[in-house]
């Protein structure tokens, strides 16, 4: 199973990018999706998740109200939408595929990740 992240890059703060993650897997369509992010020096940590059907969603508070997850199983794509992105954003982005139809919060319950993408937002 391959995940392929893209978007990912450098903005000023106040700024906006668009992550996608697109699986080579149909019949993964089945599971939860997260987002993760690792900054330098820090763990991964979970940001925004969405369930197999893109009915629920979840997102850490640091970014609720500025990112938006979401899901196109048709395409087989994930979709983070990020607005108003701050200096504090700037880390690696990691999509990647849980155990369950829901998302999940910690790493070990996510069984395929993608090579992740790097955002940068300068002050």
């Known amino acids: 199973v391959q995940l392929q992240a893209s978007g990912g890059g450098l903005v000023q703060a106040g700024g906006s990018l668009r992550l996608s993650c697109t699986s080579s897997?149909?019949?993964?369509?089945?599971?939860?999706m997260g987002w993760f992010r690792q900054a330098p020096g820090k763990e991964r940590e979970f940001i925004t998740g969405?369930?197999?059907?893109?009915?629920?969603?979840d997102y850490v508070d640091s970014v609720k109200g500025r990112f938006t997850i979401s899901r196109d199983s048709a395409k087989n794509t994930v979709t983070l939408q990020m607005n108003s992105l701050q200096p504090e954003d700037t880390a690696v982005y990691y999509c990647?595929?849980?155990?369950?139809?829901?998302?999940?919060?910690?790493?070990?319950?996510?069984?395929?990740w993608g090579q992740g993408t790097l955002v940068t937002v300068s002050s």
């Open positions: 990647a595929i849980s155990k369950f139809p829901q998302s999940a919060r910690e790493v070990f319950e996510y069984m395929y």
């Open positions: 897997d149909r019949s993964l369509r089945t599971y939860g």
């Open positions: 969405i369930s197999w059907d893109g009915s629920i969603t």
